[in-house]
C-alpha cells in the first residue's frame, strides 16, 4: 500500500483537556525525582496529561488501544506493520503551564508517509499537538509515531559507538522495573513492552524489557530546563535504538553556539535518544 491509501486518515481530530491537579504534580514529581529541571510544573508533565483511554476490548495485542481508533492500522503491500513505537518529535514552548490550570489538548493526525530502513519497511505517522490553557497555546508538539514489521528471527542491528563528548552537564541514571511500571502507571501507557517480559522479548523481539522513548525525552529536556534555568523555546529528539532496562546509562548535554546537543548513552557508547534544544 501507498500513502494515498491512508489519505482519510490525514486531519482526523480529537480534542480532550485535564485539570493539573495536586495529585499528578505530587506522582509526577516522585517518578521522575532526580532528574527534573526547575518550574511550578515540571518539564513534560503535559504528557501524563489527557492520555488515550480504551477499554479492554478496544486495546490491541501491545496494550495500546487498538490501532483503527485514531491512529489508522498500517501495511505495505500487503505485509502487516504491527509493532508500533513512538519515534521522536519537537516541541515549542510559549508559556509554562501551572498548577490548577485547565489544559486542552488538540491533536491532528498531519502525515502518513512510508520508507525502508535497515530493519525493512516502515511506516511513519506524524501527529500534531496544541496545549492550550484558556484558549492560548502553551506547547506546539509534533509526535512521530513508527510502525514496524514483525522481528525477523537472528536479525539484530548493532549500532555503532558514538564519538565521546567533552560534556557540559551529564545525570547517571540506570532505569529499573519499578520506574519504568512508575511511568507507565502515571501516564496509563499499556504498551506491554515496558512491564511485560515474555511479550517484550518472544513477542517484540527485544533483549529485555523496554526503556520509554519519552521517558528519556524527559530526561533531556529537563536537563535541559536545568542548564537554561527555564523551557528552551523549542526541543527536537529522536529516538535512535531501544534501550533496555537494567543498563546504565549518562544523561550528556554540550553546549554549542546556539544551542544545546543532549544525548542517552550506554556504557558502550550507543547513543539511544538525541536532542537539541534551543534558548
Not at 232 to 249: D, E, H, K, M, N
Not at 251 to 264: G, K, P
Amino acid at each position: 500500500m501507498t500513502d494515498n491509501d491512508y489519505g482519510d486518515w490525514v486531519g482526523r481530530q480529537s480534542s480532550r483537556l485535564e485539570v493539573i491537579s495536586d495529585r499528578l504534580l505530587t506522582h509526577f514529581r516522585a517518578v521522575l525525582a532526580g532528574t527534573l529541571g526547575p518550574g511550578e510544573v515540571p518539564p513534560g508533565l503535559h504528557w501524563a496529561l489527557v492520555p488515550d483511554v480504551a477499554e479492554p476490548a478496544d486495546l490491541g495485542r501491545d496494550g495500546h488501544p487498538r490501532k483503527g481508533l485514531f491512529v489508522p492500522d498500517l501495511d505495505v503491500r500487503g505485509l502487516p506493520l504491527p509493532r508500533r513505537m513512538w519515534a521522536g518529535g519537537e516541541m515549542a514552548f510559549d508559556g509554562a503551564l501551572r498548577q490548577g490550570s485547565i489544559v486542552t489538548r488538540d491533536s491532528t493526525i498531519g502525515d502518513i508517509t512510508f520508507k525502508t530502513g535497515a530493519s525493512g519497511p516502515l511506516g511513519f505517522v506524524t501527529v500534531h499537538h496544541l496545549w492550550k490553557v484558556g484558549g492560548q497555546t502553551r506547547i506546539t508538539e509534533r509526535q512521530d509515531l513508527v510502525y514496524r514489521e514483525e522481528p525477523k528471527p537472528g536479525v539484530t542491528p548493532t549500532p555503532a559507538a558514538a564519538e565521546a563528548w567533552q560534556a557540559d552537564a551529564v545525570w547517571h541514571i540506570t532505569p529499573d522495573p519499578v520506574l519504568l511500571f512508575r511511568y507507565s502507571a502515571i501516564t496509563f501507557n499499556g504498551h506491554r513492552i515496558h512491564y511485560d517480559l515474555p511479550y517484550a522479548t518472544g513477542v517484540e523481539g527485544y533483549a529485555g524489557l523496554v526503556v520509554h522513548g519519552p521517558l528519556q525525552a524527559l530526561w533531556l529536556l529537563n536537563l535541559a530546563t536545568k542548564m537554561l534555568g527555564r523551557l528552551p523555546a523549542t526541543f527536537r529528539y529522536r529516538g535512535l535504538s531501544a534501550l533496555i532496562c537494567g543498563i546504565p546509562v549518562q544523561i550528556e548535554a554540550q553546549h554549542q553556539r546556539d544551542s544545546i546537543a543532549l544525548r542517552v548513552r550506554k556504557p558502550d557508547g550507543v547513543v539511544t535518544m538525541q536532542a537539541v534544544a534551543t534558548p
